[in-house]
């Protein structure tokens, strides 16, 4: 019996069902894997998001991706993104703050808070600078906050409580301007731009706050002393003053009426020529003068040379 080569048909019937069942798992293999894995390639970027990727097998980045925007990624490459607009770092010791206030000595040894905030955003064009410096996006952690703690103790470290308190706004101008210059001079820190760097407040310790506080009320007490006693000088300067003026013009009318008793006196003398005329006038000038009435006896006699009227009280 001789071979042929020929396949008999009913093995041929046989071959052709199982090559097609192979090409439609390799076909439903390949539809799950593009199912499973193009949710992972598939990237969207809402507004306000920038995003850089990075592909561990080469080692790569691509990007920087400004949303709003989709774009595509190999499944096996990772996405770091972050926000470019403006956060707001708030350390204080108010509650929900992003980090605890800061303490700091001052040139007299005194422990201080002081509560600080700034505000800062990220320049998109370059996150990918930002990102291969911190993969974590911990810069905050890792620079910004730092930097700001030590600025801070730098500066109060250079004043006493008291010049603290009595300058906080030239405290205050000095942090903003060696925050901003540390920040700058960073390398790493290119993509961050700094916004508003605010004092939000200094808080003392309660000794210190209490003697401050009594010092001022000592200060406050010795300025109205002061206040009282110069009122007090004023109104007695014023008061001898016044004397004064009264003196003078009391001694000014004396001495107009004695010119004018002068002047009668020598007019009845030349139109008289009687001395006892001129003693009359003199005596009656002088009763005006007096609150209470005087009779006046002449020359030894009971008859009265000039009789002066009594008031309805006396009769």
Same mark, same amino acid.
């Given at each position: 019996?001789?071979?042929?080569?020929?396949? +008999?048909?009913?093995?041929?019937?046989?071959?052709?069902? $199982?090559?097609?069942?192979?090409?439609?798992?390799?076909?439903?293999?390949?539809?799950?894997?593009?199912?499973?894995?193009?949710?992972?390639?598939?990237?969207?970027?809402?507004?306000?998001?920038?995003?850089?990727?990075?592909?561990?097998?080469?080692?790569?980045?691509?990007?920087?991706?400004?949303?709003?925007?989709?774009?595509?990624?190999?499944?096996?490459?990772?996405?770091?993104?972050?926000?470019?607009?403006?956060?707001?770092?708030?350390?204080?010791?108010?509650?929900?703050? *992003?980090? +605890?206030?800061?303490?700091?000595?001052?040139?007299?040894?005194?422990?201080?808070?002081?509560?600080?905030?700034?505000?800062?955003?990220?320049?998109?064009?370059?996150?990918?600078?930002?990102?291969?410096?911190?993969?974590?996006?911990?810069?905050?952690?890792?620079?910004?906050?730092?930097?700001?703690?030590?600025?801070?103790?730098?500066?109060?470290? *250079?004043?006493?409580?008291?010049?603290?308190?009595?300058? @906080?706004?030239?405290?205050? $101008?000095?942090?903003?301007?060696?925050?901003?210059?540390?920040?700058?001079?960073?390398?790493?820190?290119?993509?961050?731009?700094?916004?508003?760097?605010?004092? @939000?407040?200094? @808080?003392?310790?309660?000794?210190?706050?209490?003697?401050?506080?009594?010092?001022?009320?000592?200060?406050?007490?010795?300025?109205?002393?002061?206040?009282?006693?110069?009122?007090?000088?004023?109104?007695?300067?014023?008061?001898?003053?016044?004397?004064?003026?009264?003196?003078?013009?009391?001694?000014?009318?004396?001495?107009? @009426?004695?010119?004018?008793?002068?002047?009668?006196?020598?007019?009845?003398?030349?139109?008289?020529?009687?001395?006892?005329?001129?003693?009359?006038?003199?005596?009656?000038?002088?009763?005006?003068?007096?609150?209470? +009435?005087?009779?006046?006896?002449?020359?030894?006699?009971?008859?009265?040379?000039?009789?002066? +009227?009594? $008031?309805?009280?006396?009769?």
């Amino acid at each position: 019996m001789e071979w042929s080569p020929e396949v +008999p048909e009913r093995v041929r019937g046989r071959r052709l069902p $199982s090559v097609l069942t192979k090409l439609i798992v390799i076909v439903v293999v390949l539809a799950i894997v593009v199912a499973v894995s193009l949710p992972m390639c598939v990237c969207w970027l809402s507004p306000g998001e920038v995003a850089v990727t990075y592909d561990p097998v080469f080692r790569s980045y691509g990007g920087p991706y400004v949303g709003p925007t989709m774009f595509l990624k190999a499944p096996w490459q990772g996405l770091i993104k972050d926000f470019y607009t403006i956060d707001y770092i708030d350390m204080t010791s108010e509650v929900g703050a *992003d980090y +605890p206030p800061i303490t700091a000595l001052t040139k007299d040894g005194v422990e201080i808070t002081v509560d600080e905030s700034f505000t800062y955003s990220i320049d998109p064009e370059r996150f990918l600078d930002l990102v291969k410096n911190y993969p974590r996006i911990d810069y905050e952690e890792q620079v910004l906050v730092p930097i700001m703690r030590q600025v801070v103790r730098d500066i109060v470290s *250079d004043y006493t409580v008291e010049q603290v308190i009595s300058n @906080r706004e030239e405290v205050a $101008s000095k942090i903003e301007v060696a925050y901003r210059s540390r920040i700058e001079a960073d390398p790493t820190l290119s993509a961050i731009k700094l916004h508003a760097v605010m004092l @939000r407040g200094i @808080r003392l310790p309660s000794r210190i706050k209490d003697a401050i506080e009594a010092k001022i009320a000592a200060y406050q007490q010795k300025i109205a002393a002061e206040y009282e006693r110069e009122r007090i000088l004023t109104l007695a300067n014023a008061s001898a003053m016044e004397k004064i003026i009264m003196a003078e013009g009391e001694a000014e009318a004396i001495k107009l @009426r004695a010119e004018a008793i002068r002047s009668a006196l020598m007019s009845i003398y030349n139109a008289t020529g009687d001395p006892e005329v001129l003693r009359i006038y003199v005596l009656m000038e002088q009763l005006q003068r007096m609150e209470k +009435p005087v009779i006046i006896i002449g020359g030894g006699g009971l008859t009265p040379l000039i009789q002066i +009227p009594q $008031s309805e009280s006396e009769d």
